[in-house]
Antibody, heavy 122, light 106 residues
Framework: EVQLVESGGGLVKPGGSLRLSCEVS????????MNWVRQAPGRGLEWVSSINDKSDYIFYADSVRGRFSISRDNAKSTLFLHMNNLRAEDTAVYYCVRLGVVTTVYWFFDLWGRGTPVTVSS | IQMTQSPASLSASVGDRVTITCRAS??????LNWYQQKPGTAPKVLIY???RLQTGVPSRFSGSGSGTDFTLTISSLQPEDFGTYYC?????????FGQGTKLEIK
């Protein structure tokens, strides 16, 4: 059974830091591009960051670049998101998401975790 | 790349044909995906590559378009189709979603 289980969310003060984790099972994590996607309360989806299988291609949304850092441990099938200098507008549910691919060309978010909530508030 | 969906919300009856549009701020060829999200759950991919149905998705869902303009169509709306629909481009490595279309069943 495929599982993506996020953890590490919680309440943090503005300017604080948090590290999210995502433990994966049921597919070969080390072969896949992984992402974080977030959703603020009552709002739409926002892609946050992606990392390829070998961690040599990493991308960030403009809204988090310089503050967030994505990483992975293929031996432990775990994805991380290190979040620094958090702001109120970072409040959201953070989803761990696999980027699936068809014919090596068409990429889409095909496997999602249940999400972990992050609240930034004083 | 900015993605703009319309309408922001709509209400339709069971059996209706429903159309949601998505426009990209620049050409994205056919690198366009559609997702459905129900309250309290993670999104689910319906369509990828603009018009390819993901495995297991009912055939009443279809997608079309290329370049900058895309459409998601539900041919005969079912009660379980309520939720919010998002388009998303995968042309750029900086993936972006549309703002969503909330679909309610009358």
């Amino acid at each position: 059974e495929v599982q993506l289980v996020e953890s590490g969310g919680g309440l943090v003060k503005p300017g604080g830091s948090l590290r999210l984790s995502c433990e994966v099972s049921g597919f070969t994590f080390s072969n896949d591009n992984m992402n974080w996607v977030r959703q603020a309360p009552g709002r739409g989806l926002e892609w946050v960051s992606s990392i390829n299988d070998k961690s040599d291609y990493i991308f960030y949304a403009d809204s988090v670049r310089g503050r967030f850092s994505i990483s992975r441990d293929n031996a432990k099938s775990t994805l991380f998101l290190h979040m620094n200098n958090l702001r109120a507008e970072d409040t959201a549910v953070y989803y761990c998401v696999r980027l699936g691919v068809v014919t090596t060309v068409y990429w889409f978010f095909d496997l999602w975790g249940r999400g972990t909530p992050v609240t930034v508030s004083s | 790349i900015q993605m703009t969906q319309s309408p922001a919300s709509l209400s339709a009856s069971v059996g209706d044909r429903v159309t949601i549009t998505c426009r990209a701020s620049q050409t994205i060829s056919n690198f366009l995906n559609w997702y459905q999200q129900k309250p309290g759950t993670a999104p689910k991919v319906l369509i990828y590559a603009a018009d390819r149905l993901q495995t297991g998705v009912p055939s009443r869902f279809s997608g079309s378009g290329s370049g900058t303009d895309f459409t998601l169509t539900i041919s005969s709306l079912q009660p379980e189709d309520f939720g919010t629909y998002y388009c998303q481009q995968s042309y750029s490595n900086l993936y972006t979603f549309g703002q969503g279309t909330k679909l309610e069943i009358k």
